[in-house]
């Protein structure tokens, strides 16, 4: 199979498959998720939970959700939070404002939106892609985090970081000719969109829910979230 016959069967067939193995298996934990319920609460909330849940969601989005809150975590944890942070924003921006992602969210929404400027654009993938590399140091260096990573930590770094590194090298047209380096790009987001509800990079869904019932129960219990 030449480059071009894989490029094709990568952002065609195996693409949509993908997709649909995404979208099945992160609506599975979902439903997993869901279905524990919610425990009757025997006394009454001190806080509205709705008005909790809005509070959690303002001061862990809205507000730079990478500035530690506990006093002394930003000190036990620096490269964890910067690192993380750079990471996690990084990848955010290139995903949905890079012009090229945007243009696949339109093929598959519908409709499109406005996106950053490309140099913009390339020294973010830059810095997600270094800040991914310290993340992996760290947890190689980090007493505590090189006891608790096994082989599945590992993989989600490098599933994470593929992606991110080749589409850097197709960008700047760098080690392979643009056909084939298109093909490993696709092909390595492809194999991530499998591998995430498989993970705990799925992550990423929870989050937003966790946030929810957690501000909630902090306004039950008249604490701030």
Do not use: C
């Not at 995404?22 to 009757?40: D, E, H, P, S």
């Not at 509205?48 to 509070?55: F, V």
């Not at 924003?89 to 339109?106: D, I, P, Q, T």
């Amino acid at each position: 199979m030449n480059p071009s016959d894989l490029m094709r069967l990568a952002r065609g067939p195996l693409f949509y498959f993908a997709l649909l193995f995404f979208i099945a298996g992160m609506l599975y934990r979902l439903t997993r998720v869901v279905g524990f319920g919610w425990k009757k609460d025997l006394t009454k909330p001190k806080k509205s939970k709705i008005a909790g849940s809005l509070l959690a969601f303002v001061k862990s989005v809205i507000i730079w959700p990478f500035i530690p809150r506990v006093e002394g975590s930003l000190k036990r944890n620096l490269v964890a939070y910067f690192a993380g942070g750079l990471f996690h924003l990084a990848l955010f921006l290139v995903v949905f404002l890079g012009a090229a992602h945007m243009l696949v969210w339109k093929s598959l929404l519908g409709f499109g939106w406005p996106t950053l400027p490309l140099p913009v654009v390339d020294w973010l993938a830059a810095a997600g892609i270094v800040a991914l590399l310290v993340l992996f140091i760290n947890r190689l260096v980090n007493p505590v985090l090189r006891t608790i990573s096994h082989a599945a930590e590992y993989l989600n770094l490098l599933f994470v970081f593929l992606p991110m590194l080749t589409g850097f090298f197709l960008t700047h047209h760098l080690l392979l000719p643009y056909e084939a380096m298109f093909a490993l790009h696709v092909l390595s987001v492809d194999w991530l969109l499998i591998w995430i509800p498989l993970s705990r990079i799925s992550h990423f869904v929870f989050y937003f829910f966790s946030k929810a019932i957690y501000g909630a129960e902090f306004a039950r219990r008249g604490a701030q979230p």
